[in-house]
């Protein structure tokens, strides 16, 4: 996934009302340094990011996106983003992508340890090919996450309801499900409830039910499952936000990942018991993941 685009942004403060902020952008050559030693991104992992899906140019969900961006950052203590700010950031950068489907990255860190500013920046990139496991679908593995349900509550240290840069868990996660000759994982508490995937959310199908585990901080809310449910309930489908407990996971008459780059990717197998897979409803849903999408 080779960088073509990144963009060095001075954050503006969240009520700076002007219309064109194109003087705190500078461009940068994408593949030379661009952070000091200094960064809390990197030293610390300390900051937050977003990943948002291109499709010929057009980049899905963006006010999504920034709604969620700015709730990592009040999670975390960090400035509001100015929302014209980075939504100018980012058609400036899917300007840049071109046909095919591509990944903006929108990161704030908090900057350099003792600086005045947090530091943020911008990129774009060519999505790898997912049409593998869009059609072909994915066996997935269940992991303790080492915290039960209520946790969230218990310690809202933890951050859990929020997309900060420390995924080095949730890579963690997704090496050993390849161990164990799966795709991908879904993470469960040790009181027995369903979460969701080190980089996706999951969504099952109960008959013309369409069941996401309920997002009480302890995951994030994705936002490609929140635009899918917009249009099942379109299409008359039923959707709900439930408790999910892992049982419910070999019940299920079809399952999906969904996330904003690899889309719905439908589950085949969970701990090696197969679970059915709708072809015809799965390619639907894709092909709306892929349509146009504000
Ligand atoms: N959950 C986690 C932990 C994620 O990292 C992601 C996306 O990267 C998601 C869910 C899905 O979010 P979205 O649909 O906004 O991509």
Known sequence: MALHFALMIDPAASDD??????????????????LTVGELST????????????????????????????????????????????????????????????VIKLILSRGIEHGPTPTAWVTAATAADN??????????????????????????WL??????????????????AHRRGADDAIFTTT????????????????GDTFVTPAPHGGILHGTTQLSLFDH????GYET????????????????????SVRLAAPITAIDDVDVPVDAELTAAVNAYLLSPRD
């Not at 009040?74 to 400035?79: A, M």
């Not at 072909?136 to 218990?154: E, K, N, Q």
């Not at 009181?191 to 109960?206: H, K």
């Open 17 to 34: 009302a002007r219309t064109d902020f194109s003087e705190t952008f500078t461009a940068v050559d994408p593949a030379a340094p661009a």
């Open 43 to 102: 030293q610390r992992g300390d900051g937050i990011f977003e990943s948002i899906g291109v499709v010929d140019g057009h980049a899905q969900e963006v006010g999504a996106h920034l709604s969620r961006l700015a709730h990592s950052a009040q999670l975390c203590d960090l400035p509001q983003p100015n929302a014209r700010q980075w939504r100018e950031a980012v058609t400036r950068a899917a300007a840049e992508c071109g046909p095919g489907e591509a």
């Open 131 to 156: 049409t593998r496991a869009r059609t072909r679908g994915i066996r997935v593995v269940t992991l303790d996450r080492g915290y039960t349900l209520d946790a969230p509550t218990r310690a809202p």
């Open 159 to 176: 951050l859990l309801g929020a997309k900060t840069l420390s995924y080095a868990v949730n890579m963690a996660a997704l090496r050993e």
């Open 191 to 206: 009181d027995g409830f369903v979460l969701e995937a080190p980089t996706a959310s999951l969504i099952l199908r109960r």
């Open 232 to 235: 099942l309930a379109a299409e």
């Open 240 to 259: 709900v936000y439930e408790n999910v407990p892992a049982s419910a996971l070999h019940t299920a008459d079809a399952a999906w990942l969904v996330s």
